[in-house]
């Protein structure tokens, strides 16, 4: 076992080293060459070549036609300048305890959906410091539009305030501004309320996207990043977040009461730019973003749905396939990914081995490229337990790997379009980014989406972070999440 | 030396060419749009509007009163389109399926024909930009489109919602932006507003005008930056203004929806909108102006306003079609009068209100099917597309007409028959622009129309 992963390590440092390879040897042979023959040889040899000017400059035209094309057609690069999440305050806190006795008070008709609540709980990952809006604190709970956008104005100015403070940015500075949060669509919108607290420009170019899921926050950087390309020496604001408060479902069927117990509160507000000069202060710079819709798939696109119980009660029904859907999601996308972050000993591998099974022997076992070896931290959306299990598994990761994850969903829940940052925030909390490192962030959503991103780390984060959600806990963790918490 | 500067020229033309060959692939087409006209069954004649304003056991006697009088001066037809539950009775106890009913029946209706007319296959689609203000569900509208027509899975997707009735020309700024990084692609936007579970059933008047101004309706349009498709395409996007007064409180307030005293939500329009809406037309049209009036027009303005005479810009010196936002007739005439235009110009704007009431934002896409029906879009015509939405937004831009335009599309039974205008309501409730009778508040209004 030993040999053969050792015999693996080398054939990797070899094929991803292959240009050095080639390269070194050359050079030595030309240095020692030119050891050889001395100056006087160098211009002799330069004599005998016999170009005229015309040769030279045609030679010198067609380089810079090149370079010229080059650098017309390279997309401009796109930063994250830093970002901020938002920390809930202690009294928004829903410990165990509090959220079943609420559970039995609402439900106490239906004893049987109130156990269902707690062997979710049990199971969930969860821990006892997640936060739900003041709203949901009444029993029965109080969701009017008002308490929304009161949430709504919490969640969102804190995270700006923060990130404003970190950045030195100012409002005016503003050029693109994304608001995204799936089951909250007030008119005016939120970005409009944005627009409207911190008196942006009125030029800006703000959009408000809804009903994405929890897969949004990279949709929006998707669309930020299409903006800058289009929008030289500008900052772009993404707002990421999913407001609880309209959404909260009084209902007893028990495929829908499962939102309930995991959607917790949560915001983060993330800066983009494509200015020079924050090519210096910039955390991360953006690699790559890949989307993948399975929405052409019927069972795929059933798999979360928005519907009326029979009571007429509006709740998120999740479909038992979800897992399978998941998986094959990831799958699509990461076909798509795959040829962009694996490194090339990989890519040969999987080549090889596809190349066998078409050709050779279709018994041979199909290659799963590692990840690990494309980047060195993950960031998968802690959408639940068991999102994290599966995609553990397929990827082949460490426990190391989906800490960020895990730990996550311990602490906040899931925070849907925002649980990716505090991810990231996790791992720079715990010191592990250093400069040159790669972030991949995997998120889910319905329709059913899986989308991607690839992050390279501009500098490294040194600790203790100023402003992290994680200041005052990340001591603590890693915590041991057992199996079931018994309640 | 010479072949120096010979190298030069070379260089300076080949980066020319490629400089053209990379704005060309940047522009933006409008391939084919397709307005939605929902079934006859759908309609909202006067009898009908009467009927449903009278049942609303919630309204007193001036509610009763200010709901018919808005109807009335309303400028909508006999002829506009409501949603099934609200015909039904069911306005009070709308679902979630309601909303999602009057949608599929307005993807099904538009969506196919719009494919079949162009040629294009669903597949073939790389962007498909939705907004839909009032309704926002899981999955969003635009996994839903995606499942109907099977669309590819790397197909991107955004689905708006909030942005108000200027939304359809964010949704075209998106496109815009995406074809400048993203060559040879095919855009789908879908524009549409939920009527279905958004009917105020309280009595706050400030939040009973929508009842009685928004209808059902929506537009797609498929877009493309293939120069290829140039020729079949209608319409080249010139340019695009947005502008944005949220940062003023008294602008981000005047169209917003919130609770009643009672708890009941609704949307609430103020007094003051047609002067917000003003300021922001004038703060776009600065902008706006510069980039579309001829050179001769700008210059004689700034001469005129320099020598301290009053200055007026003269917008048909640029512009030959004007597509407003049938907001309302107000609204209508305040820019109508803003922009020195006459009763001519504006008349699109006018039937549209009046044929399909206000459908948000894919009411100026039924405005510039008007245009096209009545023949008047000839090649080289320029149409300055004008849109407001709540937040305060002013968005407008700039079209050229890139071949003679005669689709009569839904407008074609209004062609046809060249029925005159009229207020359908003057008829039967004209009584109420005379009535003066005020009872002492508080007294219900029992009586049946």
Known sequence: MASSSSVKRLFQFIVNNIISFILIPITVFAAVEINRLGVDGIIAIWNSVNLNSVQILTTVFIVVIIATVYFMSKPRSVYLVDYSCYKPPVTCRVPFSTFMEHSRLILKDNPKSVDFQMRILERSGLGEETCLPPAIHYIPPMPTMEAARGEAEEVIFSSMDALMKKTGIRPKDIDILIVNCSLFSPTPSLSAMVVNKYKLRSNIRSFNLSGMGCSAGLISIDLARDLLQAHPNSYALVISTEIITPNYYKGSERAMLLPNCLFRMGAAAILLSNKRQDSRRAKYKLVHVVRTHKGADDKAYKCVYEQEDPQGKVGINLSKDLMIIAGEALKSNITTIGPLVLPASEQLLFLITLIGRRIINPKWKPYIPDFKQAVEHFCIHAGGRAVIDELQKSLQLSAEHVEASRMTLHRFGNTSSSSLWYELAYIEAKGRMKRGNRVWQIAFGSGFKCNSAVWKCNRTIKTPIEDSPWKDCIERYPVFIPEVVKL | ?449
């Open chain 2, 1 to 449: 030396m010479e072949l120096i500067m010979l190298a030069i020229c070379i260089w300076t033309l080949l980066f020319s060419f490629y400089h053209f060959c990379k704005k060309r692939d940047q522009c933006c087409y409008l391939l084919h749009y397709e307005c939605h006209k929902p079934s006859d069954d759908r309609k909202l004649n006067t009898e009908l509007s009467g009927s449903i304003v009278a049942r609303n056991l919630n309204l007193g006697h001036l509610e009763y009163k200010f709901m018919l009088r808005a109807i009335v001066n309303s400028g909508i037809g006999e002829d506009s389109y409501g949603p099934r539950n609200i015909i039904d009775g069911r306005e009070n106890s709308h679902s979630l399926e309601d909303g999602i009913l009057e949608m599929d029946e307005f993807f099904k209706d538009t969506l196919s024909q719009l494919f079949v007319k162009t040629k294009v296959s669903p597949k073939e689609i790389d962007l498909l930009v939705v907004n839909v203000s009032l309704l926002s569900c899981a999955p969003s509208l635009a996994s839903r489109i995606i499942n109907m027509y099977q669309m590819r899975d790397d197909v991107k997707s955004y689905n708006l919602s909030g942005m108000g009735c200027s939304a359809s020309i964010i949704s075209i700024n998106i496109v815009s932006n995406f074809f400048k990084s993203h060559r040879n692609s095919m855009a789908l936007v879908v524009t549409s507003e939920s009527i279905a579970p958004n009917w105020y059933s309280g009595n706050d008047k400030s939040m009973m005008l929508t009842n009685c101004l928004f209808r059902s309706g929506g537009c797609t349009m498929l877009l493309t930056n293939k120069p290829a498709m140039k020729n079949r395409s209608k319409l080249q996007l010139k340019c695009l203004v947005r502008t944005h007064l949220g940062a003023s409180d008294e602008a981000y307030t005047c169209g917003m929806q919130k609770e009643d005293s009672q708890g009941i939500l609704g949307f609430y329009l103020d007094k003051n909108l047609p002067k917000t809406a003003k300021r922001a037309f004038t703060q776009n049209i600065a902008i706006i102006a510069k980039t579309c009036l001829s050179y001769t027009e700008l210059l004689r303005y700034f001469v005129m306003k320099y020598s301290k005479k009053k200055a007026t810009l003269n917008f048909k010196a640029g512009i030959d079609h004007f597509c407003m936002h049938p907001g309302g007739t107000a609204v209508i005439e305040e820019i109508r009068k803003g922009l020195g235009l006459n009763h001519e110009d504006v008349e699109p704007s006018k039937m549209s209100l009046h044929r399909f009431g206000n459908t948000s934002a894919s009411s100026l896409w039924y405005v510039l099917g008007y245009m096209e029906a009545q023949k008047r879009m000839k090649k080289g015509d320029k149409l300055w597309m004008i849109g407001f939405g709540s937040g305060f937004k002013c968005n407008s831009c700039v079209w050229e007409v890139i071949r003679d335009l005669e689709d009569a599309n839904v407008w074609e039974d209004v062609i046809k028959n060249e029925k005159e205008e009229v207020n359908p309501f003057m008829d039967r409730f004209s009584w109420i622009n005379q009535d003066t009778y005020d009872p002492p508040p508080g007294s219900l209004f029992q009586k049946k129309m």
